[in-house]
């Protein structure tokens, strides 16, 4: 994996860049929609590429680990040949979901202890496990496994959280280096600054996860809970630290204008699954502002759903057919909200890269924030 | 509206024909995916142009007149307008839906009083109302409000419920030619043939309905649980006594042999949900057979779903993924199993009309029914 520093913004610490791995290069600043089980919710991959124009999905070690399993994935020569999708993939290590999806999880030294939340089945996640389990899946950027610490924290819990991260991190780095690729590319291993909202302990991680050397660094733990004031402040604290020439990725981050804010901080990579999944609930964000689309305000506006995007359902369906799909309960209102607001996140940051480019991100951030956050 | 017939099979009843709307032409035989609500479930118009291949779709009257209204229809200019389909769009009646899916409904001479299933409120679908409605949504062929008489019957029951057909067929004509198209277009009204399954009834009931010269002409109330030889037996002798030289329609049949089977008896067009609702619940139509793809059978089978199609998503995805899809409870599962099994509907009626015009048809169809009635 390479990563190359194209542009730095004169107002911000924006950076443009090309992050390539052997299944292509991604444009950075990236949005990585969540393929959570193998799949975007409700596209195909035909989508992903045409319409949404994704460079890099997000897969879940967790869920991939329980369906289909490892031995299936490896049956088909990895993921990205078992799902039908040749760009890049990510997985997530599975230990936000263990802490938030399966029962009577036990957290231990030697990892996590848990219950399927499909089954009641027992398992161990341990960093050397997780390891394994992505070398099977055979995503091209694995994570490391971690404790994402909950909000709010207790200092010292937090201190415990980041010190396990941090043991775990060395054992899955060793792990990750005694073991191979399965199906002939490489696959590159970011670790995950933790902390909590305690500027010594995100400094103290930050410094520890830059100390690695890895091919990028990701930021774990934030957009939680805590206000968004925090966030910004923890995370360009997070940023100072961590190496300029490796990409920066905030993991689980955000609505739109998060985005745009902590790429100034000099985020350059995000995934979230909040256009799928409030798509799916009908909240729509499009380039005028915020709009819920099951209101009856929807109901006779045969306007475009969003006429400023460049795909062939935004600018082909209307508010009004849209609104009538979701109160009728039919499948294609979710396909097409989801469709559309994956979309605009990826046109969004495909925009903020090219004001980077030309010098002028931070003004037209400014300028695009309020009308992101504006409700129709 | 037109049909032209452009070759009988001569070893059957066969026909191949082009029937021509003001959206454009039609070949047949052929099969109309059911859009019931405005939308083909779980996928978007441009996969049913691209990948299904669909030349014709249905709506239905009663949906569309609970949701959206035709308020809303007329707002928008038109069902066309309003989903994006600038292709042929035939609506049902209505008279099915009241019987089989509202409360308290309650047959009178006027017509149908019923309570909608979504809020009951009140309402009486009568052939004038229905025409009035078909009208407002604006489908190319609009069909006559019936009584779709249930099986078994009674023959007192089957006399009077197909003479209530007649009556109501006669003010339906009436109505309709006392009304014009709202949006510049012309819209033909098909009647139906009714009679349960009494040779005597449907010999009247088709003489009855040849007599009226519609530009095209409906079976209906078969493959309502009736064996399949009675299906075709009664289908044979309606055909027999409606005109040759206006296509004819039969209504909610059926499996892809049902299909085969009354091409060969005269039928140039069906419509069926069995393709989109047996295949959100895991049932394929493949070249090679049926499938029940929930089967553990096909965890590890990486072959395509079906390479003998012609579009991007059965050629495209394996087994072993779109089962994982299904079992992992993924909405893609739906839009998959979906547009599979409506691009094999469509092209085994493409394929159908080929054999009719090379003058192999019956032999070709004896060789493929015990294909698609194989189990895989």
């Not at 730095?8 to 991604?26: E, Q, V």
């Amino acid at each position: 994996m390479e990563f190359q520093l194209t542009a730095k913004d004169p107002h911000s610490h924006a950076r443009a860049g090309l992050l390539t791995t052997d299944h292509g290069t991604i444009q950075t600043p990236i949005f990585m929609p969540v393929g959570t089980v193998g799949s975007v919710k409700a596209l195909n991959q035909q989508q992903l590429t045409d319409a949404v124009k994704a460079q890099i999905i997000l897969g879940n070690t967790y869920h991939l680990y329980l369906r289909p399993g490892t031995e299936i994935l490896e049956a088909a020569g990895g993921l990205h040949r078992f799902i039908g999708w040749d760009r890049p993939i990510l997985t997530d290590s599975g230990g936000y979901q263990v802490f938030s999806l399966s029962n009577n999880r036990k957290l231990k030294e030697e990892g996590a202890l848990f219950q399927s939340h499909i089954d009641g089945s027992k398992h161990l996640f341990s960093p050397e496990k997780v390891m394994d389990i992505q070398r099977s899946i055979g995503a091209d950027i694995v994570m490391a496994f971690d404790e994402c610490t909950p909000y709010p924290a207790e200092y010292d819990y937090a201190k415990k959280s980041m010190e396990l991260t941090h043991r775990w991190l060395a054992r899955c780095i060793h792990h990750f280096d005694q073991t191979m690729p399965l199906y002939g590319y490489s696959q590159s291993l970011f670790p995950i600054v933790q902390g909590s909202t305690y500027q010594d302990l995100r400094k103290a991680s930050a410094e520890y996860v830059a100390s690695m050397h890895a091919d990028g660094n990701a930021i774990g733990g934030l957009s939680v809970g805590e206000p968004e004031a925090l966030m910004y402040e923890i995370c360009a604290l997070c940023c100072e630290h961590l190496p300029e020439d490796k990409p920066r990725y905030l993991m689980g981050v955000g609505t739109p204008w998060n985005i745009l804010e902590n790429i100034s901080l000099g985020v350059d990579m995000f995934d979230c699954v909040m256009p799928t999944r409030n798509g799916r609930n009908g909240m729509l964000f499009t380039s005028k502002g915020i709009i819920n689309i099951k209101n009856k305000k929807w109901a006779t506006d045969f306007s475009l759903i969003d006429e400023g995007l460049d795909n062939n359902i935004s600018n082909y369906y209307s508010k009004a057919y849209l609104r009538h799909l979701f109160i009728a309960g039919e499948f294609l209102a979710l396909q097409i909200a989801s469709i559309h607001n994956l979309s605009f996140y990826l046109q969004l940051v495909t925009e903020a890269r090219a004001h980077i480019l030309q010098g002028d991100f931070q003004r037209w951030k400014q300028e695009m924030i309020p009308l992101l956050k504006t409700r129709l």
